[in-house]
């Protein structure tokens, strides 16, 4: 917690006069809590630099921008309503994901400890607002990609709850049909690209995604493919050398890429600041050219402000962004990590910035729904919940054919059999009784 | 050595083929020469075999296009993608910084999003800084996704020993991604192989992995009309017979071909007749053809560069003895690399790869012929 209360040094004259129309843009529709800041990149040879390019080290003035400052600067004078930061509607679409993210990782745990579940399972308990505050914000066509912890990733992206539910008991109709399990969500049809176990692993990936928007839009010419890609990881894989590989080439060809850090101070059981140099994880967007955002990543709105704005950026082909959202799991690593090393205080504190509940104090203070609508919202999320258990359950097992199923896209790649032929066309190995 | 070579090719006894594999190993700059010898027929070297399949794929289909360090300016470290750049342009023929597991990542995810990537290697030894990607990222997808999503990418690149570059960049790594279910993995010897197979994996909706090889890129094969036309493909999957013999199967892929093929002339002049097989694709292997020639010939001598254990002729000899026991006359033979990392003096290190000598007494002890007991190190 200490780390992000200490002093920033920002730069904030030399680029008030930027020319880049994309600069300004941002800095004036810059908006959030006292929290929320950005570090341009630092460039020496700026003509019209008022800083003496030789001691960049020279404190400068703290841009600290408050909440109310900002949110007056987006008042209509006209409109009773404008001086939220949501409608209504968004307000209850925002609030259904995070109840559906936390009531489906709820009834993870349950079903693990009952034994329908097995493995890995990391829950996500605590962080919805990340999720939510970002995907909400996606097209169908804009990709996700995610680590282990992606179960509400892949609902907030609209993967129906019953199809994770299932591929989380092994069952056939899972979404990878059982065969990825909880940490390797897929859908094509959904633009999930997983789900990874390894660390670091799905940054390149990610980055490869948003090349493939690029492509498209300027080597095969599909003018209007705008599409986004989202790469969520945690704070642990912020020292992994794909992490920054990464950094260096989406900056390098301005790929429509947003780098999502989930800072939940905790790599297992290793602390964040034990483990980093220097923890402030968004300063290291700069250091590559693009920028780096740091947000309350407990508040689904200013979370849904700073992802708007780095959205926008890369639709509009002005590259990457670092947002580093400072969030916190409730629970441990995994269902398995008896999470004996984090503080009981630290839990407390956090616990009491719940996103949810933040959310619906919000909704209710500014009168954009009744309890009774949220208590409608909450019931409905449970009957879903019900319904992808039951559904799950009555699922049956994956047939033992499926077992050499899908090892290639071209089937032809298990090579010819002792007859001869290939060994795809042997009725018996797509039956599974042919020998492996 | 040099000037009885010479004398040899006149008198027309040894094919010019096999007089450029030897010079090559004396004199390895020797590739610039190349053309100055024989030009009977139509001829291309594996280079330009490789480059012309890059080329004509990346002209039939958009959607492909190349990365990897010095692809593009630098015309390709070994000029494979020599003049792509000027055709193409910088958004389909990329420079990569060097970040292995990172460039290697973004053709992966390339690949999910629907491109179809080829990622080159500037040797496969380093590929083992992106092995992960090519292994979790690539291999396993389309099966850990039950079929979502499909990685069409081609990781290419020379694959092992060169000529005096010593051990961490000298390494086969056939054995290595042959273990892998969910990769293929070609290895082409001749032009038309190199040609066919790189067409077949670009095409291909797998992740494939192409092990060329630096010392065959200079050298030049006869090749047909058929090879040149644009549709040219050769099958994943099988191997090719590219010497009939009916004592002895020798198998081999990449450069050992040529030395299998080299120790069948020796042989033949011994009254040994040699079958010779180019693997071609190492996964899956055409466990079918290997059996049937050994079932014809009843002995084996497996020959590969890389390291011996659990290498490629340890699971084409398994194959063998599960399904062709009873045909066998004698023990499998393995030839391999030597059980050490590549050495870099010259004459260690041809002692640390298989020479022709080594296939030729190998056959020799599998057809129970006497050999002189120092060959046998």
Not at chain 1, 24 to 51: D, E, M, N, T, Y
Not at chain 1, 334 to 362: F, G, H, M, Q, T
Not at chain 2, 26 to 31: C, D, E, Q, T, Y
Not at chain 2, 87 to 94: A, H, I, M
Request: proline letters at 6%.
């Amino acid at each position: 917690m200490s780390a992000f209360t200490a002093v920033k040094v920002l730069a904030s004259g030399p680029f008030a006069g930027r020319s880049s129309s994309g600069d300004k843009a941002a800095a004036s529709a810059w908006i959030g809590s006292s929290s929320c800041r950005i570090l341009r990149p630092f460039h020496p040879h700026q003509p019209f630099s008022s800083v003496s390019s030789s001691s960049p080290s020279i404190l400068r003035p703290i841009q600290a921008v408050s909440s109310s400052d900002v949110l007056s600067s987006k008042i209509e004078p006209n409109s009773p309503l404008s001086n939220l930061l949501i409608t209504r509607e968004e307000a209850l679409d925002l609030y259904e994901d995070m109840v559906l993210g936390r009531s489906f990782e709820d009834m993870c745990a349950q079903m693990y400890y009952r034994g329908k579940m097995f493995g890995f399972v990391h829950l996500y308990n605590g962080q919805e607002a990340v999720s939510t505050g970002f995907i909400r914000l996606l097209k169908k066509e804009d990709s996700v990609v995610s680590t282990y912890r992606d179960h509400v990733h892949a609902l907030s992206k609209g993967v129906p709850a019953r199809a994770v539910m299932a591929e989380l008991f092994g069952k056939a109709t899972g979404c990878c049909r059982g065969q990825g399990g909880s940490m390797h969500m897929f859908s094509a049809e959904h633009n999930l690209l997983g789900g990874f176990a390894f660390i670091g692993e799905g940054i390149p990936v990610a980055t490869g995604a948003a090349f493939t928007s690029r492509y498209r839009r300027e080597v095969l010419k599909e003018a209007n493919c705008d599409y986004v890609t989202l790469a969520f990881f945690g704070d642990g894989t912020c020292n992994n050398g794909q992490f920054f590989e990464c950094l260096n080439m989406a900056a390098l060809w301005k790929l429509p890429i947003i780098f999502v850090v989930e800072n939940n101070l905790w790599a297992i059981g290793m602390s964040h600041l034990r483990a980093t140099s220097d923890p402030e994880i968004w300063k290291k967007g700069p250091a590559f050219g693009m920028p780096g955002f740091h947000v309350d990543g407990m508040d689904v709105l200013k979370v849904r402000e700073v992802a708007k704005e780095a959205i926008g950026r890369a639709r509009r082909g002005e590259g990457p962004t670092l947002v580093e959202c400072e969030t916190y799991r409730f629970r441990g690593h995994s269902l398995a990590d008896p999470d004996e090393l984090r503080n009981p205080d630290e839990k407390a504190r956090y616990a009491a910035r719940d996103p949810i509940v933040a959310l619906k104090k919000y909704v209710i203070e500014h009168n954009l729904a009744t309890e009774s609508d949220l208590k409608a919202i909450e019931k409905k999320i449970d009957e879903v919940i019900e319904e992808a258990v039951e559904f799950a359950d009555a699922s049956p097992p994956p047939p033992r054919s499926q077992l050499l199923e899908n090892v290639f896209a071209d089937p032809r790649g298990f090579g010819i059999g002792p007859d001869g032929k290939y060994r795809c066309e042997d009725p018996g190995f797509t039956q599974g009784t042919a020998e492996v | 050595m040099l000037g009885l070579m010479r004398r040899v090719s006149m008198s027309g006894s040894i094919p010019t083929s096999m007089l450029r594999q030897s010079l090559q190993r004396i004199l390895p700059g020797l590739a610039i020469l190349e053309r100055g010898y024989s030009t009977l027929g139509k001829e291309m070297t594996v280079r330009e075999a490789l480059n012309s399949a890059l080329d004509e794929e990346m002209s039939a289909d958009p959607k492909v296009f190349l990365m990897g360090e010095e692809v593009g300016e630098y015309q390709g470290a070994y000029k494979i993608t020599k003049g792509l750049l000027e055709k193409y342009g910088p958004e389909r023929v990329l420079d990569t910084p060097i970040t292995e597991a990172g460039f290697t990542g973004i053709g992966v995810g390339a690949a999910y999003y629907g491109l179809r990537p080829v990622v080159e290697f500037m040797t496969f030894n380093f590929s083992m800084q992106a092995i992960d990607h090519i292994i979790n990222s690539a291999a396993k997808m389309n099966y850990m996704s039950a079929g979502n999503i499909s990685v069409p990418i081609v990781f290419r690149g020379p694959n092992g020993a060169a000529a005096g570059v010593s051990s961490q960049h000298s390494q086969c790594y056939g054995a290595w991604y042959a273990h892998v279910p969910g990769l293929k993995v070609l290895s082409p010897y001749s032009s038309e192989d190199a040609r066919g197979l790189l067409k077949a994996a670009i095409r291909d909706p797998d992740p494939v992995v192409f092990l060329e090889n630096e010392i065959l890129y200079g050298q030049s094969f006869p090749i047909s009309d058929e090879v040149l036309d644009s549709s040219f493909c050769l099958p994943i999957g099988k191997a090719k017979i590219e010497r009939e013999g009916k004592d002895v199967t020798i198998t081999a892929f990449s450069k050992m071909v040529g030395y299998a093929l080299q120790a069948a002339e020796v042989l033949s002049k011994e009254g040994i007749s040699a079958e010779v097989i180019n693997l071609r694709s190492l996964r899956p292997l055409d466990r079918a053809a290997i059996n049937a020639s050994v079932r014809k010939t009843t002995r084996l001598v497996t020959v590969e560069e890389g390291f011996p254990q659990h290498g490629i002729g340890a699971e084409i000899c398994a194959s063998v003895v599960e399904e062709s026991f009873e045909y066998l006359d004698a023990p499998v033979e393995r030839i391999a690399g030597a059980d050490v990392p590549m050495p870099y003096a010259a004459n260690l290190e041809r002692l640390a790869v298989p020479q022709v000598d080594n296939i030729v007494n190998a056959v020799k002890r599998a057809c129970f012929r006497s050999v002189p007991v120092a060959a046998a190190a």
